[in-house]
C-alpha cells in the first residue's frame, strides 16, 4: 500500500462482540466519504475494521471527533501506519511521546531546542521538549505530546527537516531497542534536566490540582443551585398541600351543614304535609257538611216557594168570584 493510502486510512478496534458491519460503516460515514475498507479477523479479540477515506481531511475530522461510541460502545481509532521493519511496533503502539535524533551536533542546542518545539507545535499541542542524551556524536531530543495521534502523524509525515538536519523521528515505544542499538544508558539525565523536569512536573501537578478544585467548586455550586431549587419547588408543594388540606376541611365542614340543613328542611316538609293533609281534610269535611246543608236549604226553599205560589192561585180564585157576584 502507498504511503498516500496509509494517509486516508484508519484503524478501529476495541469492536463489539456481535458486529453490525453495515451499522459501524454508517457511522463512519459521517466523516467523509468511504473508499473502501476491510475487516480483519483475529482469533485472540474481535479483529480490526480498516476504513480509506476519500482524503485525509476525512480522516482528520474523524480523529478530532474523539472518542466514538457506538450504541453506548467505546470505539478505539488511530491512523494507520505503515510497518517499519526496524521498529516492528511502531505501527500498532499508541503513545504520546517522540524520539528525535539529528545526525550531527546542532551549533546551538538551546537554539535548535526552541526551533524544534516550534516545528512540532504546528501538530498540535505539546508539553516538554528536551535533551535526553548529549554526546560528541549523537543527540537524542524526547518531545511529549497531548495527544497519541500528534505523533502517528508526525510518523505518517517524515521524513522532517529543520533548517539543514533532517529529523530522525521514532515513537518511545521503540526507544529501549533504539538506545540499545547505540549503547547509551537511558538513565543518563543531568541535574538540571532532572530539576527542570521536577518543576514542570509539580507545576503540572498544582495545575491538576487547581483544575480539580474549580471543578469541584463548580459541580458543588451546580448541585447547591439544584438543591436550592429542589427546596423551593418542596416548599410550594407543601404550602399548596396545606392550602389544599385547609380548603377540604372547610368544604367537608360546609357539606356536613348543607347536610344537615337539608335534613331540617327534609323533616319540615314532611310536618308541613302532614300539616297540608290534615287542613284538606278538615275543609273537606266542612265543605260536604256546607253542601249537604246547601241541599237541604235548597228543598226547604222549594217547599215553600209552591206553598206560596198555591196561596196566591186560590186568592185570585176567590177574587175573581167576588167579582162575578
Known amino acids: 500500500m502507498s504511503s498516500n493510502s496509509f494517509t486516508r486510512e484508519i484503524c478501529v478496534t476495541h469492536l463489539p462482540y456481535h458486529l453490525d458491519l453495515h451499522q459501524l460503516l454508517k457511522y463512519f460515514e459521517e466523516f467523509g466519504t468511504i473508499d473502501h475498507y476491510r475487516l480483519s479477523k483475529s482469533t485472540s479479540s474481535n479483529g480490526c475494521l480498516y476504513i480509506v477515506y476519500e482524503n485525509r481531511q476525512c480522516v482528520d475530522r474523524c480523529m478530532l471527533n474523539r472518542p466514538h461510541r457506538l450504541r453506548g460502545h467505546y470505539l478505539y481509532v488511530k491512523r494507520s501506519l505503515p510497518h517499519n521493519v526496524e521498529h516492528p511496533r511502531e505501527h500498532f503502539d499508541s503513545v504520546r511521546d517522540l524520539i528525535v535524533t539529528v545526525d550531527s551536533q546542532p551549533a546551538d542546542n538551546e537554539k535548535f531546542l526552541r526551533d524544534l518545539r516550534e516545528y512540532f507545535s504546528a501538530y498540535g499541542l505539546l508539553y516538554a521538549c528536551k535533551y535526553c542524551h548529549e554526546t560528541t556524536n549523537f543527540n537524542c531530543i524526547l518531545i511529549e505530546f497531548a495527544d497519541y495521534d500528534q505523533v502517528d502523524q508526525i510518523i505518517l509525515d517524515r521524513p522532517h527537516y529543520l533548517h539543514h538536519y533532517q529529523l530522525n523521528v521514532i515513537k518511545s515505544s521503540s526507544t529501549r531497542a533504539f538506545l540499545d542499538e547505540i549503547e547509551l544508558d537511558p538513565s543518563r539525565f543531568t ?28 459541580f458543588e ?52 304535609e302532614l300539616e297540608n293533609f290534615e287542613i284538606h281534610c278538615f275543609y273537606d269535611r266542612i265543605f260536604a257538611e256546607e253542601k249537604n246543608q246547601l241541599v237541604q236549604l235548597e228543598s226547604i226553599y222549594k217547599e215553600n216557594s209552591i206553598d206560596v205560589h198555591t196561596d196566591d192561585v186560590l186568592q185570585s180564585i176567590l177574587d175573581d168570584d167576588k167579582g162575578n157576584d
Open 191 to 218: 541535574e538540571i534536566e532532572l530539576e527542570n523536569e521536577i518543576q514542570r512536573l509539580k507545576q503540572t501537578i498544582k495545575q491538576m490540582n487547581e483544575d480539580f478544585l474549580l471543578q469541584r467548586k463548580d
Open 221 to 272: 455550586d451546580r448541585c447547591c443551585e439544584k438543591l436550592r431549587k429542589l427546596n423551593e419547588k418542596a416548599e410550594k408543594t407543601h404550602r399548596l398541600q396545606q392550602d389544599l388540606e385547609k380548603e377540604f376541611s372547610q368544604l367537608s365542614i360546609e357539606y356536613e351543614n348543607l347536610q344537615k340543613e337539608n335534613q331540617n328542611l327534609n323533616d319540615e316538609f314532611i310536618l308541613a
